[in-house]
C-alpha cells in the first residue's frame, strides 16, 4: 500500500471518521507525532506533511519512455539573420498580407525558417487554409517532422483524396473541385457528374463556377445536361460557361448568328478612294437558342436599333479571330469599322465582354485607347507589363479594382517614377483606398521607392494634413525597407 | 555592448510597447541618431512640433526619454535601440554626447558606486522600533492561531466539499493574513486558491498546501529552527520584511552573472519580476526580485542570455537563492559554459539534501547537460544519458518549442525542480540562448 493512500483516505472522509495507523510513517516518526499530537487534526497535518516530503525527497527518477525520433537533416538553407527577423517581426504583429507575400519571396528562394519559429508556424497553418501551402513550404523539414508528432498539426501533413468529396463539408468539397481542376480537369467533370442534382442550388452555382478554369473537352456534354437544372443562375452559369466555350454547339450557334447579320464592304469614300464599312442586316431575328440563352429579343435603349442590339449582344461571345475570318478580314480590322459603326457607338460595352471573354490582348489594347472605362477584368487581358502602365489609372478611377489587379499580378514592381504617381494621386485622395490597400501598394513598388517615400516625409512631415496620409506612407515605406532588407 | 533585438523586445513592459517600439525602429523615424561606445542617442519627431529626445546607456542598459509616456521602457527607447541592433551603421559616431546626455550618464555612475554606508542613514528611535516589532508579533502570532483553526476544520469533515468553496475560503484566509502583517502565509493562501481544483490529483496539491502553512506556522510559533538560517527561512515564509540595507550589510559574492530567465507577472498594478541568474565562476544560483508600481523604471534591466559583472548579496537563509545587487551592473561579454550535470538521480540527491535543511522552498534551480525529451504515455519527460527521466510540468505548447529548437537531440537546459517534476525555463542549443 502506498505511503499517501491512507492519508487520502483520512482527508476524504475527514478526521472524525478516520485517521491513519501511526505506523504508516517509517523510522517511528509515526510514533513520534502521535505520542507529541494535541489533537486528531494536529496528528493527521504533521503526518500528512511529514509523508508528502518523505515521498518527495526519497522518490527516484523513472525509467524513461519512448525517445522521440530525432529530426531528419534540413536540405535547404535557413533564411539568413535579416530575413528571419522581417517574418518573425511580421508573424508577431499577425499581418497575414505581408506574411503571405514575404512566405513566398522566402519559398522562392528555396529557404526555410529556423526550427525555433516552426511550432508558430504551423499553428497559423493551422487556422489560416490560404496561408497553408507557403507556410508548410517555409516549416520546411522540421514541420513535417513536428507535424508527425503532434496530433494537433497531424490533418496538416493529409493529402485530400476522394473522401472528401464523399464526407467532407461544402467548403472542403468546393476547395477539393478547385484543386481538382486544376491537376485533372476532365476527372473534376467526373466527380460532378455523380448527384450533381442532389446538391443544393448555391453549391451547383459555385461547381460550377470553378468550372471557369482549366477548360476540357468533357466540359460540354456535362454543362448541355445542365440547361435543365431548376435554378436560374445555375442554368445562367452552365449557359454562360458555353457560350464562351470556343467550338461548343452553342457558341457555334452565336457565331453563325453574328455572321448572319454583318458583312464587311468596301465602298466609294470621297469618290477617289475605297474603304471598308460594316454593314448590319435587319429584320433577321435571332434563334430561340439565342434568345433563351440571354440575347435580347427587342432592344431596351431609347435611340438602339434592334437590329444593332442583337448584333453586340451576340459579339460579346463570339471569339474576335473566329468572326473576323468569317467575314473575310482580320480582328483588329473588324475592331475599327464596328467602332467606326455610328449604330454600335452606345454598345461598345459588349466589344469589351469579348475580348475579356476570350482574351483578346489586340482588342483589348485598341477599346481602352477608344476611351473605354477600364475595370480590372480588362487590365487582366493584357500582359503584366502592359498592365502596370495603365494600374495608375485604374487607381484613379477605382481604387479597389486596382488593387485586386495589383495582387492578381503576384506584386509585379511597377518603376519609381510610377510609385511616385500613385503617391501624387493619393497625397489629394488619402481615403480613396482602405489601409490594408496601401499595404497591397507598397508590395507592388520597387525597393528604390524607399528614397521617394523618406524624402516625401522629410519634406510634409510633420505639417501635412491630414497626418493619417503620412502614417500610411510611413507603413509603406516600412514595408518598402522590409522588401529591401530582404533581398539584400 | 547592444543587446540582440529579442533582448531588447523582452525589456518592452507590454507587447504594444513591444509592436509600438518595432514601428518606430525604422531609420525614417528618427531626425538624428548618434552613438559612442556608452551610449545611444536620438531625435525622434512626433505628432508635436519639437522631436523627442531619447537617451540608451549600453553599459548598463537604462532609458531616458522626454516624451510623455509612463511606460518604462517607453516605445522611443525601444525603437532607437531595436534600430541601433540592427543598423549600427547608420549611427554618428563622430559628434560629442550633449550635456544633459554627460550628466546623466554621470549621476548614474555614481548612484551606482556609492555604497550603502555612505548614504544618508535617518537615526533610529530604538524603543520605537522595539514597540513597532512586538506588536507586529502580537498581531502575526493572533492571525497564525486563527489560521491553525482554519486549517484544522478543513480536514475534521473532509476536503470533498472543497472544490466547490474555492477560491472564496481561502482568498478570505489570506485577506486575515494580510491584517495579521504575514503576508508570506497571505501568498500561500493565494496559490492555494489557484489550485486547479477540478483536475484529477487535487486533493494531493491540496494537502501539500495545507500541511506546509500548518508545520510553517507550527514552526515559528515553536521557534523549532536548529539554527540563524532556519529562523530566517521561517521568517521568510511568514513574511517578515528585511531590510535591504540589513541585507546588503552581508559579504557579497562577485561573479560574472549570466541571466537565466526572466518572468513577470502584473496583478492589481503591481508587477513582480523574477529573474534566475547563474554565476559562470562559482556556479551558485541567485534569484532577483523587483516589484514594480505601474509605470515605475525597473532598478536593472535583466533579459535571458545577459552576462553581468556585479556584486550579489544574498538573503539569509538555509538554502540561499534570493540576492540583492549591491552596487552598478556591468554588461560583459562571456559564452556560458557549463559542467557536466550528473544527471537525474543528482537532481534527486541534490533536492533531498535541500528538503532535508528547508522542506518549504517551491523550486530548485539546476543547470543539466545533455538532456532529451521523451513521452512515456501521455506524458513528458525530460531524461538523462543514463536513461531516467522526470516528468516535465511545462505546457504542450513549451514541449512543442523544446523539440522545434533542439531536433529531438540532446540539449543543455535551466530548470526548476519542484516537488518531483521539472518545468524548463530556458535552453542552450546550437550557441543560442532561447527562454521559453
Redesign the interface.
Known amino acids: 500500500m502506498s505511503l499517501?493512500e491512507p492519508?487520502?483516505k483520512?482527508?476524504?472522509?475527514?478526521?472524525?471518521?478516520y485517521q491513519p495507523e501511526a505506523a504508516l510513517l517509517p523510522h517511528g516518526l509515526g510514533e513520534a507525532i502521535a505520542a507529541t499530537g494535541t489533537?486528531?487534526?494536529?496528528i493527521?497535518?504533521?503526518t500528512?506533511?511529514v509523508a508528502?516530503?518523505y515521498?518527495?525527497?526519497?522518490?527516484?527518477?523513472?525509467?524513461?519512455?519512448?525517445?522521440?525520433?530525432?529530426?531528419p537533416p534540413e536540405e535547404r538553407t535557413y533564411t539568413p539573420t535579416q530575413r528571419t527577423?522581417i517574418l518573425t517581426?511580421i508573424i508577431?504583429?499577425n499581418d497575414l498580407l505581408l506574411l503571405e507575400y514575404f512566405t513566398g519571396r522566402a519559398v522562392a528562394h528555396q529557404q526555410v525558417i529556423p526550427?525555433?519559429?516552426?511550432?508558430t508556424l504551423l499553428d497559423l497553418a493551422v487556422q489560416h487554409k490560404k496561408l497553408r501551402p507557403g507556410l508548410l513550404s517555409l516549416a520546411g523539414t522540421?514541420g513535417q517532422?513536428?507535424c508527425g508528432?503532434?496530433p494537433y498539426w497531424q490533418p496538416l501533413q493529409a493529402t485530400p483524396t476522394d473522401e472528401v468529396w464523399q464526407t467532407g463539408t461544402e467548403p472542403e468539397r468546393l476547395e477539393y473541385l478547385k484543386q481538382v481542376r486544376a491537376e485533372q480537369p476532365a476527372r473534376a467533370i467526373e466527380l460532378l457528374q455523380d448527384g450533381f442534382e442532389q446538391e443544393n442550388a448555391a453549391l451547383r452555382l459555385a461547381f460550377l463556377q470553378v468550372l471557369h478554369t482549366h477548360k476540357c473537352a468533357q466540359d460540354e456534354a456535362f454543362l448541355q445536361k445542365t440547361l435543365a437544372d431548376k435554378s436560374k443562375p445555375v442554368k445562367q452559369e452552365a449557359q454562360l460557361l458555353l457560350k464562351t466555350m470556343p467550338g461548343s454547339d452553342l457558341n457555334k450557334a452565336y457565331l453563325a448568328y453574328a455572321v448572319s447579320l454583318a458583312s464587311v464592304r468596301e465602298e466609294r469614300y470621297l469618290l477617289v478612294s475605297r474603304k471598308k464599312v460594316l454593314h448590319i442586316a435587319e429584320g433577321i431575328e435571332p434563334p430561340k437558342a439565342l434568345t433563351d440563352t440571354g440575347i435580347s429579343k427587342v432592344s431596351g435603349q431609347k435611340g438602339v436599333d434592334d437590329h444593332y442590339v442583337w448584333f453586340a449582344e451576340t459579339v460579346a461571345y463570339t471569339p474576335p479571330e473566329a468572326l473576323a475570318q468569317a467575314l473575310q478580314t482580320d480582328a483588329d480590322t473588324l475592331l475599327q469599322l464596328m467602332l467606326a459603326h455610328k449604330g454600335l457607338e452606345y454598345l461598345r460595352i459588349h466589344l469589351v465582354q469579348s475580348a475579356i471573354n476570350f482574351r483578346h490582348a489586340g482588342w483589348m489594347r485598341q477599346l481602352i485607347a477608344a476611351g473605354m472605362h477600364l475595370n480590372a477584368a480588362m487590365l487582366q487581358v493584357l500582359p503584366p507589363q502592359e498592365q502596370l502602365e495603365l494600374l495608375n489609372g485604374l487607381l484613379q478611377s477605382q481604387g479597389a479594382e486596382a488593387i485586386a489587379a495589383i495582387e492578381s499580378l503576384n506584386y509585379l514592381p511597377c518603376t519609381v517614377q510610377q510609385a511616385g504617381r500613385y503617391i501624387e494621386f493619393l497625397k489629394n485622395q488619402p481615403y480613396h483606398i482602405t489601409k490594408r490597400d496601401y499595404q497591397v501598394l507598397a508590395l507592388h513598388f520597387p525597393p528604390g521607392a524607399a528614397a521617394m517615400?523618406?524624402a516625401f516625409?522629410a519634406n510634409h512631415?510633420?505639417s501635412f494634413n491630414p497626418?493619417y496620409f503620412i502614417e500610411r506612407v510611413?507603413d509603406m515605406?516600412?514595408v518598402v525597407?522590409y522588401k529591401q532588407q530582404f533581398t539584400a | 555592448m547592444a543587446l540582440s533585438?529579442e533582448q531588447i523586445l523582452a525589456l518592452a513592459p507590454d507587447d504594444a510597447s513591444?509592436?509600438a517600439g518595432?514601428?518606430l525602429s525604422?531609420p525614417?523615424?528618427w531626425v538624428s541618431k548618434q552613438a559612442s561606445p556608452e551610449a545611444v542617442w536620438g531625435a525622434c519627431?512626433g505628432?508635436g512640433?519639437t522631436p523627442y529626445i531619447t537617451f540608451i546607456d549600453l553599459t548598463d542598459t537604462a532609458f531616458k526619454c522626454t516624451c510623455p509616456s509612463r511606460k518604462f521602457p517607453c516605445k522611443h527607447g525601444l525603437g532607437l535601440y531595436l534600430l541601433y541592433a540592427?543598423q549600427p551603421q547608420l549611427f554618428d559616431t563622430r559628434g560629442e554626447m550633449p550635456l544633459d546626455l554627460q550628466q546623466w550618464l554621470q549621476k548614474r555612475q555614481a548612484k551606482a558606486e556609492a555604497k550603502p554606508s555612505e548614504k544618508e542613514q535617518k537615526p533610529v528611535d530604538e524603543a520605537a522600533r522595539q514597540k513597532r516589532q512586538e506588536a507586529r508579533q502580537q498581531k502575526v502570532e493572533q492571525g497564525i492561531a486563527g489560521l491553525q483553526v482554519w486549517?484544522?476544520d478543513l480536514?475534521?469533515?473532509?476536503?470533498?466539499q472543497v472544490p466547490q468553496q474555492m477560491p472564496g475560503i481561502a482568498l478570505g484566509m489570506a485577506a486575515r493574513m494580510v491584517d495579521a502583517q504575514a503576508p508570506g502565509l497571505a501568498l500561500q493562501l493565494r496559490r492555494m486558491a489557484d489550485i486547479a481544483y477540478f483536475e484529477e490529483g487535487w486533493?494531493?496539491h491540496f494537502?501539500?498546501a495545507?500541511?506546509?502553512l500548518?508545520?510553517a506556522t507550527?514552526l515559528h510559533g515553536q521557534q523549532l529552527w536548529a539554527n540563524a538560517e532556519q529562523q530566517a527561512d521561517s521568517h521568510q515564509y511568514i513574511g517578515y520584511p528585511l531590510a535591504k540595507e540589513t541585507v546588503l550589510q552581508q559579504p557579497a559574492t562577485s561573479d560574472k552573472w549570466l541571466v537565466l530567465a526572466r518572468k513577470t507577472q502584473t496583478e492589481d498594478n503591481l508587477t513582480t519580476e523574477v529573474a534566475w541568474l547563474y554565476g559562470l565562476g562559482q556556479q551558485k544560483f541567485a534569484q532577483h526580485l523587483q516589484f514594480l508600481a505601474r509605470n515605475q523604471a525597473p532598478e536593472v534591466m535583466l533579459t535571458a542570455g545577459m552576462v553581468l559583472q556585479a556584486d550579489l548579496v544574498y538573503y539569509p537563509g538555509s538554502f540561499p537563492l534570493r540576492a540583492l545587487f549591491r552596487s552598478g551592473t556591468q554588461q560583459v561579454q562571456q559564452t556560458p559554459v557549463f559542467p557536466q550535470h550528473p544527471g537525474?538521480?543528482g537532481?534527486?540527491k541534490s533536492?533531498?539534501d535541500v528538503?532535508?535543511v528547508h522542506?518549504f522552498v517551491e523550486n530548485i534551480p539546476f543547470i543539466l547537460t545533455g538532456v532529451?525529451?521523451?513521452?512515456?504515455?501521455a506524458?513528458w519527460?525530460l531524461?538523462?544519458a543514463q536513461?531516467?527521466?522526470?516528468?516535465l510540468l511545462n505546457p504542450?505548447?513549451d514541449i512543442?518549442?523544446l523539440?522545434?529548437?533542439t531536433?529531438?537531440?540532446a540539449f543543455d537546459a535551466f530548470v526548476l525542480y519542484s516537488?518531483?517534476a521539472l518545468q524548463v525555463l530556458t535552453l542552450f542549443v546550437h550557441q543560442q540562448t532561447?527562454p521559453l
Request: glycine fraction near 10%.
Open positions: 499517501l492519508i487520502l483520512a482527508a476524504l472522509l475527514g478526521t472524525e471518521k489533537d486528531r487534526e494536529d493527521f497535518l504533521k500528512t506533511a508528502l516530503w515521498t518527495d525527497a526519497g522518490s527516484l527518477p523513472q525509467s524513461t519512455g519512448t525517445g522521440v525520433p530525432h529530426c527577423e517581426e508577431q504583429k526550427p525555433q519559429w516552426v511550432p522540421t517532422w513536428l508528432i503532434n517615400l523618406e516625409l512631415g510633420t497626418p510611413q515605406l516600412q525597407q | 533585438k513591444a509592436k518595432q514601428q525604422g525614417a523615424k519627431q505628432s512640433k540592427q486549517l484544522k480536514v475534521r469533515g473532509g476536503i470533498a486533493q494531493l494537502l501539500r495545507v500541511s506546509g500548518y508545520m507550527l537525474m538521480a537532481v534527486k533536492a533531498a528538503l532535508a522542506p532529451q525529451l521523451q513521452r512515456a504515455k506524458q519527460l531524461a538523462d536513461q531516467q527521466g522526470l516528468p504542450e505548447k512543442y518549442h523539440l522545434a529548437a531536433g529531438g537531440h516537488h518531483g532561447i
